[in-house]
Nanobody, 123 residues
């Protein structure tokens, strides 16, 4: 089992930046890919970004390419989502996820989920 705890979500103005963090604990000896999903009110949860254990594969959703960057620090069992040029449509609960493959996560599937952190972007 892997436990994931997100932090960093808050209210920010459009055009601003935020950094989300996700700390993993438990069975972290397995080389999991990690990623971020989000769910806006009234919408289904959607893939945002993922990163392979070694950091060489980083798929992104088209809606965030060029604005968001995912990174990880394996020594700290932590993954980050750096969000720039935020838009009101980025408002959502952001969920951290862990799985065996960043490619699988990009298709919408993951093995472990965090509880989520709220990001609100005001216009």
């Amino acid at each position: 089992q892997v436990q994931l705890v997100e932090s960093g979500g808050e209210l920010v103005q459009a055009g601003g930046s935020l950094r989300l963090s996700c700390a993993a604990s438990g069975r972290t000896s397995t080389r999991y890919a990690m990623g971020w999903f989000r769910q806006a009110p009234g919408k289904e949860r959607e893939f945002v970004a993922a990163i392979s254990w070694g950091g060489t594969d980083t798929p992104y959703a088209d809606s965030v390419k060029g604005r968001f960057t995912i990174s990880r620090d394996n020594a700290k069992n932590t993954v980050y989502l750096h969000m720039n040029s935020l838009k009101p449509e980025d408002t959502a609960i952001y969920y951290c996820a862990a799985g065996l493959s960043s490619t699988t996560m990009a298709s919408g599937r993951s093995d472990y989920w965090g509880q989520g952190t709220q990001v609100t972007v005001s216009s």
